[in-house]
């Protein structure tokens, strides 16, 4: 029987891995990402299967989810060793019956995690005490303004300033019909005046400057006219 005590660390970590990678992706979502993206980035991490080029670029070069994902894989790998250690001492100490007895046990036991993490009350509770404790951290306060405007997602935000040529001269921003085309005037730079999240009724004038922010390939053919 002394192969069966060692099949309860084995479940244990399981549960513990699935656990930290829930709370690890919330974490990852608290910096600006995607939900299925935070859940495949962590899954990844922690399993150390790695994700694609444009993915990787996008925890690189943020500070709070280098963090995260560096804690990832230490846990992951603490985790997979542990399971690996765990049940192979559990086989190995099993004699006779024992043997297929503690494979059904750890089967079963795999079955009944993945029911917990499937039962949508235990996970949602789960990650709602995640977030209340991360929401608490000064970490999470902020995320960068790159992830928040979806720049890695062909969205882009450009100064454009407006000669008397322009299309836009002398036109409200009603009747530029920018919003039509999925661009925002967040602001506009006149002489030495800021005007923020300008009205519709507010005249484009020459010389002003437009803060504007939308898809990119749109931006770019609104800049050649």
Not at 58 to 71: A, C, E, G, T
Not at 106 to 119: C, D, E, F, N, S
């Amino acid at each position: 029987m002394s192969g069966i005590y060692f099949l309860f660390p084995t479940l244990l970590a399981i549960l513990i891995s699935f656990l930290f990678i829930r709370a690890a992706s919330i974490a990852l979502m608290m910096t600006g990402l995607d939900k299925n993206k935070a859940r495949f980035q962590a899954l990844s991490a922690f399993t150390g299967t790695g994700f694609t080029t444009k993915e990787a670029e996008s925890v690189i070069n943020h500070p709070q989810r280098r963090k995260i994902i560096r804690w990832l894989m230490i846990m992951g790998n603490v985790g997979i060793v542990t399971v690996i250690v765990t049940a192979t001492s559990s086989f190995t100490a099993s004699q006779g019956y024992q043997l297929p007895m503690n494979i059904l046990i750890l089967i079963v036991g795999i079955l009944l995690i993945y029911k917990l993490a499937k039962y949508r009350g235990f996970t949602r509770k789960w990650e709602h005490f995640i977030e209340k404790r991360l929401i608490k951290s000064p970490a999470f306060e902020e995320s960068a303004t790159e992830d928040l405007l979806h720049f890695l997602e062909g969205y882009g935000l450009v100064k454009k300033i407006i000669l008397e040529e322009s299309s836009l001269c002398g036109k409200s921003l009603m009747e530029s019909k920018l919003i039509e085309k999925g661009i925002l005037v967040l602001g506009i730079e006149r002489d030495k005046n800021w005007i923020p999240t300008p009205k519709a009724i507010e005249i484009i004038n020459s010389g002003d400057y437009l803060i504007i922010y939308g898809p990119l390939d749109v931006l770019k053919s609104k800049l050649e006219e």
